[in-house]
T-cell receptor, first 117, second 111 residues
Framework: DTGVSQDPRHKITKRGQNVTFRCDPI?????LYWYRQTLGQGPEFLTY????????KSRLLSDRFSAERPKGSFSTLEIQRTEQGDSAMYLC???????????????FGSGTRLTVV | GQQVMQIPQYQHVQEGEDFTTYCNSS?????IQWYKQRPGGHPVFLIQ?????EVKKQKRLTFQFGEAKKNSSLHITATQTTDVGTYFC???????????FGQGTRLTINP
């Protein structure tokens, strides 16, 4: 287990299609995050999980976006009825949060680049 | 909502010159983290600052956290071509559980 893995690396889809991305975090990490990054901008928070529980979802996220983390292991992010504005790099990150409320740095995956045509 | 502002947006320096990027939050932070993203790559964690007024060094990089825990800076001494990339600060608001990233400062270096 050498890092956070994301699949696929690239996805081109037609407007209106559904897409699903997968993230495999570092196994020892209990937190998993999804961020979206567009060119020239910083990562924008989408949602995060602690183990299998989805604890927060960005208010900016439309109902077309849904994320799951069954059994607290890998996670999937699904976008329904894609729009051109969904084109971006989707980054997954994992981290460890200890019982003493200490947050460690995030380890990011290489991302999935989505292009909606 | 919480905002994290970073300046400058771009910085071009001659190799060997110093570089500084500044980060300001609209709200008090419990901690601030810094990340580096190489062109075509993903953000890589550099450091976390937790205490008011904290200063940490990593070789030629010096990180500071403000006394009010609302601002931070990253200073690179004598830049090298390997320092090229975009540097992001990311703050965690007190009571929150997620990082909010700044827009980043893109550093380019003339060798």
């Amino acid at each position: 287990d050498t890092g956070v893995s994301q699949d696929p690396r690239h996805k081109i889809t037609k407007r209106g299609q559904n897409v699903t991305f997968r993230c495999d975090p570092i196994s020892e990490h209990n937190r998993l995050y999804w961020y979206r990054q567009t060119l020239g901008q910083g990562p924008e928070f989408l949602t995060y999980f602690q183990n299998e529980a989805q604890l927060e979802k960005s208010r900016l996220l439309s109902d077309r976006f849904s994320a799951e983390r069954p059994k607290g292991s890998f996670s999937t992010l699904e976008i329904q009825r894609t729009e051109q504005g969904d084109s971006a790099m989707y980054l997954c990150a994992s981290s460890l949060r200890t019982g003493f409320n200490f947050n460690y740095g995030y380890t990011f995956g290489s991302g999935t680049r989505l292009t909606v045509v | 909502g919480q905002q994290v502002m970073q300046i400058p947006q771009y910085q071009h320096v001659q190799e060997g010159e110093d570089f500084t990027t500044y980060c300001n939050s609209s709200t008090t932070l419990s901690n601030i983290q810094w990340y580096k993203q190489r062109p075509g790559g993903h953000p890589v964690f550099l450091i976390q600052l937790v205490k008011s007024g904290e200063v940490k060094k990593q070789k030629r990089l010096t990180f500071q956290f403000g006394e009010a825990k609302k601002n931070s800076s990253l200073h690179i001494t004598a830049t090298q071509t390997t320092d090229v990339g975009t540097y992001f600060c990311a703050g965690m608001v007190v009571g929150a559980q997620k990082l909010v990233f700044g827009q980043g400062t893109r550093l380019t270096i003339n060798p």
